[in-house]
C-alpha cells in the first residue's frame, strides 16, 4: 500500500536514499540560515528590534543543518552532493522569490520594504516546511534515530511560522497591508508550482535509487501533480492568511541547542 508513512519508511531504510535525504535537507537548512544572518546584519535602523529575531531564525536554521549532517553521521554516512533540480531553496532565489543574494551579499542596509518581502517570503516557505515536519512528525516522532530531530525541527518550524504571522500582522498595522498582501499571493503562487518541480524531481532520483517500477513512480508523479492542482484552485489561500499566533513572541527566548545530535 502506497502511503506517506511507508513511502518515507522506504527511503530512511536505504542509505542511498537517506544519505540523499538528509543532504537535500541539510543544504536547505544552512542556506536558510546563510540568509537570515545576513538579513539581520543587513536590518535597516527601523526594524532594529527584529534583528535578534531574524538571527535567531537564522541561528535554528544553522542548527537543523547540523542535525541532519548529525543523523548521516551517526549512520556512517557522508553528505552527497545535492541535484540542482532538488534545490528548492536556490530555485526559489532564482525564481526572485525573497531577497536576491547579490543584495545579501552587499554591505548595503536593507529597507522597511525589503523586510516586508523577506516575511512574506519566509510565511509562506515556513508554512511548507511546518506542514512537511509535522507529517514526519505524526509517523516518526517515536522512531530510536530520528524521533528527536523530528520533533525539535518541527517545534522551530512552528515558531518561525508564528514569528511571520506576528511580524507581518505589526507591519500590516503600521501602513503596509497592500503590500504584504500582493507579495504573499505572488510568493505563494510561486511557491507552490516550485515545490511540484522540486518534489518530481526527489521522487525521480529516489526512484532511481531505490528501483521502483515505472507504475509506481507514474503514480507518485500523478499524487504530486493533484495536490499542485489543488493547491493552484484553492489550497495556496492557507499560505496567505494572517493571524496572532497563540504564544505571542515565538521567536523572543534562546535558541535550544543541537549537541544531542552530535
Given amino acids: 500500500m502506497l502511503s506517506a508513512k511507508s513511502l518515507f519508511q522506504e527511503m530512511l531504510d536505504d542509505d542511498r536514499s537517506f544519505a540523499l535525504f538528509c543532504s537535500i535537507a541539510a543544504g536547505g537548512e544552512s542556506q536558510g540560515g546563510w540568509e537570515n544572518a545576513r538579513i539581520a546584519a543587513l536590518a535597516p535602523r527601523a526594524e532594529q528590534a527584529l534583528a535578534p529575531k531574524i538571527a535567531r531564525h537564522g541561528a535554528d536554521e544553522d542548527k537543523h543543518g547540523r542535525i541532519f549532517n548529525a543523523l548521516l553521521r551517526k549512520r556512517g554516512l557522508a553528505p552527497v552532493p545535492v541535484p540542482p533540480d532538488t534545490d528548492y531553496t536556490m530555485i526559489l532565489e532564482r525564481h526572485g522569490i525573497g531577497l536576491a543574494h547579490q543584495r545579501l551579499r552587499s554591505d548595503e ?154
Avoid at 497592500?178 to 524531481?201: G, K, M
Fill in 109 to 262: 542596509p536593507l529597507t522597511v520594504a525589503d523586510i516586508v518581502t523577506y516575511l512574506a517570503h519566509s510565511r509562506v516557505t515556513e508554512q511548507r516546511a511546518s506542514e512537511q515536519m509535522r507529517l514526519l512528525r505524526r509517523h516518526f516522532a517515536h522512531h530510536p534515530d530520528l524521533g528527536r530531530a523530528v520533533r525539535m525541527i518541527s517545534d522551530d518550524e512552528d515558531n518561525h511560522l508564528a514569528y511571520c504571522h506576528e511580524e507581518l500582522l505589526r507591519l500590516a498595522r503600521a501602513g503596509h497591508g497592500h503590500t504584504i498582501r500582493a507579495t504573499l499571493r505572488a510568493c505563494a503562487l510561486a511557491e507552490i508550482r516550485i515545490y511540484r518541480d522540486v518534489s518530481l524531481a526527489v521522487m525521480a532520483h529516489m526512484g532511481r535509487i531505490l528501483g521502483w517500477r515505472w507504475a509506481r513512480s507514474a503514480a507518485l508523479r500523478a499524487g504530486i501533480h493533484a495536490v499542485y492542482g489543488f493547491e493552484r484552485l484553492v489550497g495556496w489561500r492557507r499560505m496567505v492568511t494572517l493571524k496572532a499566533p497563540s504564544t505571542p513572541d515565538p521567536l523572543g527566548g534562546h535558541a535550544t541547542a543541537a549537541a544531542e545530535f552530535a
